[in-house]
């Protein structure tokens, strides 16, 4: 059974500086991960999909690195702004069209 | 494109009472699942419906049930709702047949049981 756990639970920086969140995951056949934003009381937004095969991906100031044989999944956010703020959620897919298992979320406040 | 749409946005229920929820998927998605998200137990699959038949299903009781329409609309009804219910409610789609099968999400439907 895939178990997904992000630590820390919440983080807090100040305006500016880089943000790595942290994924792990105990099963290492996954088809794909995806890390993805909530804001309070609101739906997901998809931020990155990383494939089994790929080792990561970038978005403007994302990037999403995978690495099944540890099992681990980093978000980099350069340059975080207050706008950033929100919890951040990662969450792996054991195969095509099988269901996504979430980690429990990092909670990130930039301070400006 | 529209995103996919959830209705309503909020409902109040009391104990024992029933509910159905509504999501509509981006337009040429086929692929609706459905997720309960509480503070407790973080984001749970509850079952997934593709072409209007289930294909995955999650560990929730029976109470539990979708259902999708020949437009892909799909609809989720929880029977004799107790306390624990109370949660976010949140719907995505999907392109099953895309390679990424990158997942989409509605904004929710917070239910609160009294």
């Known amino acids: 059974k895939q178990e997904v756990t992000q630590i820390p639970a919440a983080l807090s920086v100040p305006e500016g500086e880089n943000l790595v969140l942290n994924c792990s995951f105990t099963d290492s056949a996954i088809y794909n991960l995806q890390w993805f934003r909530q804001d309070p009381g609101k739906g997901l937004t998809s931020l990155l999909l990383i494939q089994s095969s790929q080792r990561e991906q970038t978005s403007g100031r994302l990037n999403a690195s995978l690495d099944k044989s540890s099992g681990r999944s980093t978000l980099y956010i350069a340059a975080s702004q207050p706008g950033d703020s929100a919890t951040y959620l990662c969450?792996?897919?054991?195969?095509?069209?099988?269901?996504?298992?979430f980690g429990g979320g990092t909670r990130v406040l930039v301070k400006p | 494109k529209a995103g996919v749409t959830q209705t309503p946005r909020y409902l109040i229920k009391t104990r024992g009472q029933q509910v159905t929820l509504s999501c509509s998927p981006i337009?040429?998605?086929?692929?609706v699942s459905w997720y309960q998200q509480t503070p407790g137990q973080g984001l749970q699959f509850l079952f997934e419906?593709?072409?209007?038949?289930?294909?995955n299903k999650g560990n929730f009781p029976g109470r539990f049930s979708g259902r999708q329409f020949s437009n892909s609309r799909s609809e989720m009804n929880v029977s004799t709702l107790e306390l624990g219910d109370s949660a976010l409610y949140l719907c995505?789609?999907?392109?099953?047949?895309?390679?990424?099968?990158?997942?989409?999400f509605g904004s929710g439907t917070q239910l609160s049981v009294l």
């Open positions: 969450a792996a897919s054991r195969a095509a069209g099988n269901k996504l298992t």
């Open positions: 419906y593709f072409s209007e038949t289930q294909r």
């Open positions: 995505a789609s999907k392109d099953r047949g895309a390679i990424e099968e990158k997942l989409f």
């Open positions: 337009s040429g998605h086929r692929s």
